[in-house]
């Protein structure tokens, strides 16, 4: 939890500033703001952080990938490939737009690969959704190839890459649109939030009015404001763009500490017997919040998370059985359980959710350990952290 760790003063500033004017809301009131929009700011910081035309502040990394779908075109019974690694939202996202999911394989780089991609293509696809997993970009030459290729509007789900690029681009800016998570857990927190960024004019003024119940914001009087399309309430308060608005201001801190960290601890850990490192496909690029590393096999990678249970070091994820991030665990999705009926549940679907054949995805995440970097580690705690790993997948392997 990297922004986490870099929380104080700045923050409790910004929040101040919204408590004093008593305007919570993003939106008008300029007679009570002091001059303070606290949304507005946080959009031009991740429009000048990431390179993004046009960014729009709202109250999920889960809203801005709806409003990523929708702004995009995708709905009512569109397919959309999709990875079974990846926070659930993604899949939520496309359903709850009206779009059918269809999964399809990653590989090692932990992302969708184009190979991947393409096997699950039929003249139905309409979208890919890729999700820049684990804080590093996808191998977008070749996914923007294909995408390219076959027509494909692609979205980025880009929740756990704000701060990865890709040969200077950043994770988000591929495609039609994107989105990135302000949770508690990323990069950059605001406690809750997310941001929405496209390059797209159009698509940016969807978004816009997608989030507020379609107001166009035009002029200084809601009430008077033209609804160009039916839309939601997805807006972000000014008390969590507060937060938000500081947090931004510190990612290049952030950014540069995870990655000197991580290549500190890579260079310890490399050529350990059995263990091997995510292939990024830009290293410079990497947001370093992430080493994700594989052992030969799930059962030896069982093993290792074992090992360091034993030897109490924490901090390690193992995807393949806990954490929520796999299909695996996704047992209401497979059953397609929800609140009320869906539209997944009146038509012929392109996949059996609960039989689906993804051996590929299976390998590479039963074999993989994430460890979270942090931005507190000094080199003592980084080497003694690297011997008790070597230890540990010693005595596994
Ligand atoms: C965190 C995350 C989300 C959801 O973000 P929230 O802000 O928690 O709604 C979506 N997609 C991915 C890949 C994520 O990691």
């Given at each position: 939890m990297p922004g986490l760790e870099l929380f104080g003063d700045e923050e409790r500033k910004e929040v101040m500033d919204v408590l004093d004017s008593k305007c919570l809301f993003r939106y008008n009131h300029e007679h009570l703001?002091?001059?303070?929009?606290k949304a507005k700011e946080l959009e031009a910081e991740v429009m000048n952080f990431t390179g993004a035309k046009f960014a729009h502040a709202v109250s999920s990394g889960s809203t801005a990938v709806a409003c990523a779908m929708a702004s995009a075109g995708i709905g009512y019974g569109d397919h959309v490939i999709v990875p079974?690694?990846?926070?659930i939202a993604t899949i939520e996202g496309v359903i709850f737009g009206g779009g059918v999911p269809v999964f399809a394989e990653i590989d090692e780089n932990l992302c969708l690969s184009a190979a991947g991609i393409e096997a699950a293509i039929t003249p139905e696809t309409k979208a890919v959704c890729l999700v820049h997993m684990c804080g590093a970009a996808a191998n977008m030459d070749e996914i923007m190839e294909v995408c390219n290729k076959h027509n494909l509007t692609l979205i980025e789900d880009a929740g756990q890459a704000l701060g990865a690029f890709y040969k200077g681009t950043s994770?988000?800016?591929?495609?039609?649109t994107g989105a990135y998570s302000f949770d508690?857990?990323?990069?950059?927190?605001?406690?809750e939030g997310g941001l929405y960024v496209t390059n797209d004019e159009e698509c940016y003024k969807l978004a816009d009015s997608y989030s507020d119940h379609?107001?166009?914001?035009?002029?200084?009087n809601r009430g008077m404001e033209q609804h160009p399309i039916l839309g939601f309430n997805y807006r972000l308060s000014e008390l969590h763009a507060a937060v938000g608005l500081a947090q931004m201001r510190k990612i290049n801190t952030i950014r540069d500490t995870n990655k000197k960290n991580k290549t500190y601890l890579k260079n310890l850990l490399a050529?350990?017997?059995?263990l091997s490192f995510r292939p990024i496909p830009d290293e410079e690029g990497d947001s370093g919040t992430f080493l994700n590393f594989f052992l030969p096999d799930t059962e030896t990678a069982q093993k290792v998370m074992a090992e360091f249970g034993k030897m109490g070091i924490g901090g390690f994820n193992y995807w393949y059985t806990n954490m929520y991030h796999f299909i695996n665990q996704w047992d209401h999705l497979k059953k397609l359980k929800s609140a009320a009926p869906l539209h997944l549940h009146k038509m012929d679907l392109p996949q059996d959710y609960n039989n689906l054949d993804l051996p590929k995805s299976q390998e590479v995440v039963g074999r993989l350990i994430s460890l979270g970097i942090s931005t507190q580690w000094t080199e003592e705690q980084m080497n003694e952290l690297a011997a008790n790993m070597k230890t540990a997948i010693a005595n596994a392997i």
């Open positions: 703001r002091n001059g303070h929009w079974p690694f990846t926070y994770a988000g800016l591929f495609g039609k508690f857990f990323k990069i950059t927190t605001a406690g379609g107001h166009d914001h035009i002029g200084a050529g350990t017997e059995g």
